[in-house]
């Protein structure tokens, strides 16, 4: 008999000893595939960030040759000393566009019109609105839609004249710089777009066939990815963003689930934007890692049929238990003429909320059962309990099942709502509880008699940072809406919620 019984602990041992093996190993093999799924993840990521940089680095370096020319010409207008143009700085202009991106650059002195590279005057009015005031040095960019002379969706830089009041300003049209952008096989399923730093969308890239994407139907590019995103992933994208690093975040805006890619073009407060549908991204990544994602499910599925097999006549065995003792201890926590939870447990659930949730937030009422004891004693005891009983089932219905209710006295319930943290719903709460006592009803079909309540509520933490307090206050609470002649619910914090009438 000995012997048998230290084969079977034996045995057991090893089974145990066998399960914790076979456990650690799928814990150890699906956090390898977590992790190799993150790291083909991070790389189409950063492959897509890598794509953007060159873009807006490209972009930038093409805008900035306003400066390097610009203080070329400013250099060759000083040397003149003039603020007339003359024909040699016309050449000058000429070979510069021909050089260059730039398909048009003017000179313009204050109280003139502009003069261009092939000697042609215009209006001043067309640009003169784009020019900064007090202007004395750098290069300022602009976006404008219509540069007078039948070109849309054109950068404008202008460079101040040094020798006197003037500008030089250069003409760049996005679209003829198309080139820079190609989407290295995302052609079909992305679109790029040039952005301020508000969200501003200056013009959508060329080079891209998607671009009646969902994220470009708002004025703000930011507002269509915020309202796609979780607030927290939100907020962390828009701090790399706004601190001049390249970002990505997956974002899903009406329906159209992109992953978008954001970088700094360097050249005012710009920004390029590259969104690519999820799928895509998503096909990317999982040919990253098939052949290693099947290895290890093919082997996961095997370890894991034979720690089943292992372990369930242990789980069985155990889950049985567990249900025993938790029915013993449902009991035990159980009013049994309401079947709601008795004092005991409502206390200890709330003070376990309370000390669980140093940061949360709650609602405590505690109601009394108006003229219980005259309904005891003109109707009857068993009526009484009939009212108790009735009142139980139908004021747990009320609320949330995550909610506490229970009673804790002869005619005295406690009801403790969770994670209440809004003025308004505190009291939508409170109206709740004094319209059920409007309806309330209890007793057979020859006798029904409508109850009233008198009902205190705290708030937590405001009223009490422990169940101890948050009671008192309540407490205190109802007592005044015995004071006052019952039948009402009063805040402890009247000032702030004032009280209503059940």
Not at 192 to 218: C, H
Not at 379 to 392: E, S, W
């Amino acid at each position: 008999m000995s012997d048998g019984k230290t084969k079977k602990n034996s045995w057991f041992s090893w089974l145990i000893i066998g399960i914790a093996f076979i456990v650690v190993v799928v814990v150890l093999l699906l956090s390898f595939l977590k992790e190799g799924k993150a790291t083909a993840t991070m790389t189409a990521e950063d492959t897509l960030l890598s794509s953007a940089n060159v873009w807006a680095s490209q972009l930038s370096d093409t805008l900035t040759l306003a400066e390097k020319t610009g203080g070329m010409i400013n250099d060759y207008i000083t040397d003149k000393g003039s603020d007339n143009l003359t024909d040699e700085t016309v050449y000058l202009m000429d070979k510069v566009v021909k050089n260059t991106p730039f398909y048009r650059i003017m000179v313009h002195f204050d109280g003139k019109k502009p003069v261009d590279d092939e000697g042609k005057t215009h209006d001043a009015d067309l640009y003169e609105a784009y020019l900064e005031e007090g202007q004395t040095e750098n290069v300022a960019y602009t976006f404008i839609e219509d540069d007078g002379m039948g070109n849309n969706n054109v950068v404008m830089a202008s460079y101040p004249i040094t020798s006197c009041a003037g500008h030089i300003l250069f003409f760049l049209d996005i679209d003829e710089i198309g080139d820079i952008f190609t989407a290295y096989g995302y052609e079909d399923a992305s679109f790029a777009v040039l952005f301020k730093k508000d969200g501003t969308i200056l013009n959508v890239l060329p080079g891209f066939t998607d671009k009646d994407s969902k994220f470009l139907t708002e004025e703000s590019f930011l507002v269509s990815i915020q309202e796609g995103t979780k607030r927290e992933d939100y907020n962390f994208f828009k701090a790399k963003l706004y601190n001049g690093a390249g970002c990505f975040i997956q974002s899903t805006y009406r329906g159209d689930s992109r992953t978008i890619v954001c970088v700094p073009v360097k050249v005012e407060d710009w920004y390029i934007g590259y969104g690519v549908r999820q799928y895509k991204v998503d096909v990317e990544v999982d040919s990253a890692f098939r052949n290693l994602k099947n290895t290890v499910i093919e082997l996961v599925v095997v370890l894991g049929v034979f720690a089943l097999v292992a372990i369930g006549f242990a789980v069985y065995t155990a889950t049985k238990s567990r249900e025993r003792g938790r029915k013993l201890e449902d009991k035990a926590d159980m009013d049994l003429l309401t079947e709601l939870t008795n004092k005991a447990a409502t206390e200890r659930m709330i003070s376990d909320y309370i000390d669980s949730h140093p940061n949360g937030h709650g609602v405590l009422f505690i109601l009394d059962i108006d003229n219980f004891k005259k309904v005891n004693d003109t109707m009857g005891h068993a009526f009484g309990d009939t009212l108790l009983k009735t009142l139980g089932k139908e004021i747990r219905t009320e609320f949330r099942v995550t909610d506490i209710v229970g009673r804790t006295g002869g005619d005295e319930f406690m009801i403790f709502l969770k994670d209440i943290n809004d003025d308004l719903i505190v009291e939508r709460e409170a109206n709740r509880i004094t319209r059920f006592f409007h309806d309330f009803k209890a007793g057979g079909d020859y006798v029904k008699y409508s109850a009233t309540a008198s009902i205190g509520c705290a708030i937590y933490p405001s009223d009490g940072a422990t169940f101890k307090d948050l009671y008192v206050s309540a407490d205190q609470a109802l007592y005044r809406a015995k004071k006052r002649g019952k039948n009402q619910l009063v805040f402890y914090n009247e000032d702030k919620y004032g009280n209503n009438k059940a």
